[in-house]
């Protein structure tokens, strides 16, 4: 099959790309026989690079005794040593787990889970949750209603209730010193002038990313952020939820990138790293003292069919396994560090960076028309979209969005899997150099 064979598959586009032959580590191979550098580890997901051989042996041994155990028929174990090992690794009293298959339907379970615990506390009136602009948490109608990116809820809006958002904390475009408390502090307590305007007694849950992903573009937050969040939250009896979707399964250089900050949330959810890829799975891990009440109460009324799959359940453990024996998370602290440095020298080259950023493996630059000011380049240039497609073109996967405003400024994350060697930062940084070389003969001839 080519790319021009007529398909009924669709998407989000007209835009379709080759086809998939194999990939092994962090190539990828499409049928025409070019080779890709995943330097995105598809959408942040491929952690552990592609097709690695302990995880296949697990998940056939899981396939040859049961591929589906429906939760009111049955237990399954790799559901329950998946439940408890995750436990394990998520911050202290995070003991209770929920799985799902994807982001969006970990988000709406943790914003359903926090909705029935303050019902069964008694604290009906709380249902607003806050979140942050710009902010990506799904697509289903609930998780888009906490996604602070105008362009994608707009069209849904009559379909969902608004619900409050905060600025990301982006000192580098509000010139201010990301190393210092008092910034840190200045973005936090945004959050408390939203709940006080709001009524701290219909606030529910404040939403954030702990090390920011697509929309922002790997932000980091500013010292002291965090834990001023979690101060305000307590004050007010706001759940905390930390959207570990992208950020989690070590990535950053710890298993959760909340790990970084001292404050630990009330919920928290996780996705695409959780198992890297080879199968579609994701938690919401909660702490004791939010879903007793609920069960209490009667239960907790949501579910999806194929939550706790054996085979997903299987291909997790694995990747834990994987993540643990060999030390990815500290790999991808190390190599991420090299990776950064090599993106500041670009950075230094390249006067069209305006800002690199990220921690560990999630890492990003933003392309500016000027550095100074950190203006936007002309939207018409489609810098988000083309730099993506030259890089495409010369071999190697980096992923961007645009997200300052309607139009926004143009970030790309390069974030390849958590098991790349130096040697192989040095080719995709001699890639990029092609592309940016291609990219600034073309806007600035
Ligand atoms: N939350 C965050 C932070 C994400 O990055 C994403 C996806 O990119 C989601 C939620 C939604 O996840 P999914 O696409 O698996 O539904």
Redesign the pocket.
């Given at each position: 099959m080519t790319t021009q064979a007529k398909s009924h598959l669709f998407y989000q586009s007209r835009n379709r790309r080759p086809v998939l032959d194999r990939a092994r580590g962090i190539y990828m191979w499409d049928v025409e026989g070019r080779r890709y550098i995943d330097g995105s580890s598809g959408?942040m997901v491929c952690n552990i690079g592609h097709s690695n051989p302990r995880v296949l042996e697990a998940m056939r041994r899981q396939m040859e005794k049961s591929t589906f155990g429906y939760r009111l028929h049955f237990e399954t174990e790799p559901a329950e040593r998946l439940a408890a090992r995750t436990a394990m690794l998520a911050p202290e009293g995070l003991e209770k787990v929920f799985f799902v298959s994807?982001?969006?339907?970990a988000?709406e379970s943790a914003i359903k889970l926090a909705r029935q615990y303050a019902v069964a506390i008694g604290q009906a009136q709380r249902s607003k949750v806050i979140s942050r602009e710009p902010s990506?948490?799904?697509?289903t109608l609930g998780?888009l209603a906490l996604t602070g990116y105008a362009p994608l809820v707009a069209p849904f809006e009559p379909m969902m209730r608004p619900m409050p958002k905060i600025p990301a904390p982006r000192a580098y475009l509000d010139g201010l010193d990301p190393d210092s408390e008092a910034t840190g502090h200045h973005y936090a307590d945004m959050l408390e002038a939203r709940i006080l305007a709001e009524g701290p007694e219909t606030v529910l849950a404040f939403l954030v990313?702990p090390v920011g992903?697509?929309s922002t573009g790997a932000l980091v937050p500013p010292a002291g952020y965090m834990r001023r969040i979690r101060e305000i939250c307590d004050r007010y009896g706001v759940l905390l939820i930390h959207?570990e979707?992208?950020s989690g399964g070590g990535r950053t250089g710890r298993f959760f990138a909340g790990e970084h900050f001292g404050a630990d949330p009330d919920i928290l959810v996780v996705?695409?790293g959780f198992a890297a890829g080879y199968a579609p799975l994701?938690a919401m891990i909660a702490h004791d003292r939010i879903v007793e009440p609920v069960l209490d109460g009667g239960g907790f009324l949501h579910g999806f069919t194929y939550a706790g799959n054996p085979l997903a359940c299987a291909a997790g453990l694995a990747v834990l396994e994987e993540i643990e024996t060999e030390q990815l998370s500290g790999n991808a602290a190390v190599v991420g560090e090299l990776l950064k440095s090599r993106l500041e020298e670009l950075a230094a080259r390249y006067p069209i960076i305006g800002d690199v950023r990220g921690k560990g493996l999630l890492l990003a630059f933003e392309l500016v028309a000027d550095r100074g000011t950190m203006a936007p380049l002309p939207p018409e240039l489609k810098a988000y979209d083309r730099l993506v497609e030259l890089a495409y073109e010369n071999g190697l996967i980096i992923y961007s969005r645009r997200t300052r405003g309607g139009y926004s400024g143009d970030h790309f994350l390069v974030c390849p899997p958590m098991i790349t060697t130096p040697a192989q930062v040095e080719e995709i940084v001699a890639v990029l150099t092609l592309t940016l070389d291609q990219f600034v003969a073309e806007v600035a001839p």
């Open positions: 959408a994807g982001g969006s339907e988000v990506y948490h799904g697509c998780a990313e992903g697509a959207d979707v992208m996705s695409k994701g």
